[in-house]
């Protein structure tokens, strides 16, 4: 007959769910059930990851979620295809910002109005209709069944769980015979809250944080038992082994559903045509427009980098990104407010073009597939960044010109790591507050949850706390690792803006932030996949700095600009080879500073290359000496092939950028721009060790069909695995480099200004 859970929680319950999200789907597909349902609590965060986990096992994905209704009681909302699925980001929204913050509630009349396309259960024990069959209430129940009979006909159904509590026969002959009178049918369900029996105690935990009681309180909110796991077809079956039909109601109802989201389709903001112009015939003129005002003359090498941006871009559908980048940018230049792009969208000749970044990718020879790769598959990701003070000028400019109903905040969430866990798990266990304060504080900052036996193992600080009561500590540390990653609550992104082409509630509710603002309810992964446009219009208080600096310097040189700034400055890099370098941006501090007084830099090169250098990947990679002794003449540069020394020449033979990894993979082995680049992200993580070891064997194997000798490519691919770990993106480095020389000018000539 088969069984589907049309009633299952997952961490996106925010504290409400024990499992993880892969859990529910992974034990739905070895229970061979066809489908299952995700309600968390007035959210869809997890629809887009569910969606795609249940692609790779093999089911049905159900979109749903579990509302509260103003008078306290709970429906669990089935979407039966994309208009149920908008109109339930609908009720979302509204159960979110008709209320307080924190405090979503859904007005009754709303069910009405966005009903179409759902399927509605009458819910779990929270329920109107349960709680007041458990009251003995039976006409006020049968008057509650008659109204959402009314609103849904034969898409409400009576929900029935067997929860093995006190009431549960009752519950369900009143729900029966609400049925049989009536003709409304009853659906089976378990109300999952984790996907194994065992896992009861997490969600209880869990519970506790978020009630903010311990182990030792009483409380309804609390199950009582540790039934509310995800029971295979089987169980579900003998529980309700009267009652088929219930069961094969599931299924019926899955059947019905379909998938919400189609993951090909685009959905950015179709930029208006102007003069007949569609978006990639008009991404044209302007980048060719702005490549004579960069270049003056446009000569056939920078046409043919621009045509093959294009192509891609245009191949790609991004036109209308680029497009709305640009526009953005306008604005800001339009307003006199002050901003520079940065990171991998500097590795492309076409935003240089459009004004969007000041780093000359072609000069500088940087690879276009950093940024963009049509092998990758992955969506373009500009950055800019703003005048501090200015930044929300920009982002109220997108909302007046696309519109509030198509513009949000994107959302983060805020998830368990090793020390929050320690304190919220240890909290409600019992453990004393001056021991969880001092076992929090031997935990490394951004440690990961799952680490925790590491840390154990590693740190002689956390070592020391435990010493002697490892069974006392063994229950906490067990709970830290089972919540590793767990969402614990929502918030915004820093500088993520989402602007979508359709009105963005048919896509994602959206809710209110601490701030009051509008935020989605997916993260930027979730954003990206669902092909919705994603800006990171992002603040820094150094371009105030600089702003206020001009500000004051023109008042004594009237019209001074950027273009005075000599980027060739013998005065500003002697301060810089001093190490005075306080106030100068990505350069003050006390290891940059360090460096300086031994890099001798008398250059922008070298600028960008200290950028990149003081980070904890190369110090760790030891990258930096090499790198200093090489610059000072003091070792010898040398390439393990000739074909490499026009990649490495400007960092001495040393590989400091991303970009050089895949230039290397392409030059030696022949690899495609995507292939290298594949490469050097699955060197970058250092987990899929088999994958990497395949790689390697791949790309000797081509490096010496290419003519280069096996021992010199086994050379070269060791050279790059060790670096390519701590290498850091070159376009990213020049864009900070580039705005860390002007501050270092501004404090060599301008200091009192500045």
């Known amino acids: 007959m088969g069984f589907v859970h049309l009633h299952c929680h997952s961490p996106y319950s925010f504290l409400d769910g024990g499992s993880p999200l892969e859990s529910l789907v992974k034990r739905a597909a070895v229970e061979e059930m066809p489908a299952l349902a995700l309600t968390d609590h007035h959210n869809v965060s997890g629809a887009v990851m569910f969606c795609q986990l249940a692609k790779r096992y093999g089911i049905k994905p159900i979109q749903g979620a579990e509302l509260t209704l103003e008078g306290g009681e709970h429906l669990t909302v089935l979407a039966e295809n994309s208009e149920g699925y908008a109109n339930l980001c609908a009720l979302i929204t509204r159960s979110h910002l008709d209320h307080p913050r924190g405090q979503p509630r859904l007005s009754p009349v709303l069910l009405e109005t966005y009903g179409n396309g759902l399927f509605v259960l009458s819910g779990c024990r929270k329920g109107a209709i349960p709680t007041l069959l458990l009251r003995g209430d039976y006409q006020a129940a049968r008057q509650k069944a008659l109204h959402y009979q009314a609103c849904f006909n034969a898409h409400f159904f009576l929900e029935v769980t067997q929860s093995f509590l006190p009431g549960d026969y009752l519950l369900r002959d009143g729900l029966a015979r609400l049925g049989q009178e009536l003709g409304i049918e009853l659906v089976a369900t378990n109300n999952v809250h984790y996907a194994h029996k065992s896992e009861f105690r997490i969600h209880d935990l869990l519970t506790c944080v978020r009630l903010g009681i311990s182990l030792e309180d009483v409380s309804g909110e609390r199950h009582l038992n540790a039934e509310n796991y995800l029971k295979s077809t089987q169980q579900m079956e003998r529980q309700f082994l009267h009652h088929p039909r219930w069961i094969a109601n599931t299924k019926r109802i899955a059947k019905a559903c379909s998938p919400v989201f189609d993951f090909k389709k685009n959905r950015h903001p ?90 000359d990718a072609i000069e500088r020879g940087l690879l276009f597939e950093r940024f963009i790769s049509p092998e990758r598959g992955q969506k373009p990701d500009i950055d800019i960044d703003f005048d501090a003070r200015r930044r929300d000028e920009v982002v109220d400019y997108a909302y007046r010109q696309y519109g509030e109903e198509h513009v949000a905040k994107v959302a983060t969430f805020q998830t368990f790591r090793a020390r929050s866990a320690i304190r919220d798990l240890g909290k409600v266990m019992g453990y004393s507050p001056d021991t969880l304060d001092r076992l929090a504080k031997t935990v490394p900052g951004g440690s990961r949850a799952s680490d925790v036996r590491k840390l154990v193992a590693n740190l002689p600080e956390f070592q020391n706390v435990i010493a002697g009561h490892w069974e006392h500590f063994a229950p906490l540390l067990a709970a830290v690792e089972r919540v590793a990653g767990f969402p614990r609550q929502i918030g915004t992104h820093g500088g993520g803006l989402i602007i979508s082409g359709p009105p963005l509630q048919e896509l994602t509710p959206v809710q209110r932030s601490a701030k009051g603002e509008w935020i989605g309810q997916f993260d930027k992964e979730g954003v990206e996949d669902l092909g919705l446009m994603k800006l990171d219009l992002l603040s ?78 190369p110090v760790k990679g030891n990258m930096v000496e090499p790198f200093i002794a ?121 200091p009192a200004a500045f």
Do not use: W
């Open 540 to 617: 820094l208080r150094t371009l105030s700095a600089i702003e206020d600096a001009f500000r004051q310097i023109r008042e004594h040189t009237p019209g001074f600009s950027d273009d005075d700034i000599v980027l060739e400055d013998a005065a500003t890099f002697s301060m810089i080879q001093k190490g005075e370098t306080l106030g100068v941006f990505q350069l003050e501090s006390p290891a940059q500073r360090a460096l300086q007084t031994r890099l001798g830099a008398d250059s922008l090169e070298d600028v960008i290359a200290s950028v990149a250098l003081i980070r904890p990947g």
């Open 630 to 750: 090489r610059r000072r003449g003091e070792e010898a540069v040398t390439y393990p092939h000739p074909k490499l020394e026009p990649i490495l020449r400007k960092t001495h033979g040393v590989v400091l950028f991303q970009e050089q990894v895949i230039e290397m993979a392409m030059v030696i082995a022949g690899f495609t721009p995507g292939e290298a680049d594949h490469l050097r992200r699955v060197m970058s993580s250092r987990k899929r060790e088999d994958e990497m070891q395949g790689l390697g064997r791949l790309f000797i194997r081509k490096a010496v069909e290419r003519g280069v000798e096996k021992k010199v490519a086994k050379t070269i691919y060791s050279y790059m695995e060790s670096y390519a770990s701590y290498g850091f993106c070159e376009a990213h480095a020049a864009a900070f480099g580039i705005t860390a020389y002007k501050t270092a000018y501004l404090v060599r000539h301008y």
């Open 270 to 359: 179709q930029m208006r045509e102007e003069q007949g112009e569609n978006a990639q015939t008009r991404l044209r003129r302007r980048v060719i427009r702005g490549a004579r005002h960069r270049y003056g003359v446009v000569t056939p090498a920078i046409r043919e980098r621009l045509d093959r941006e294009l192509k891609i871009i245009n191949r790609m559908g991004y036109a209308d990104y680029f497009l709305l980048v640009e526009d953005v940018i306008r604005f800001a230049r339009r307003k006199g407010i002050r901003y520079a792009g940065r990171g991998s969208a500097a590795d492309s000749a076409v935003a240089y073009c459009l004004l969007i970044t000041e780093v």
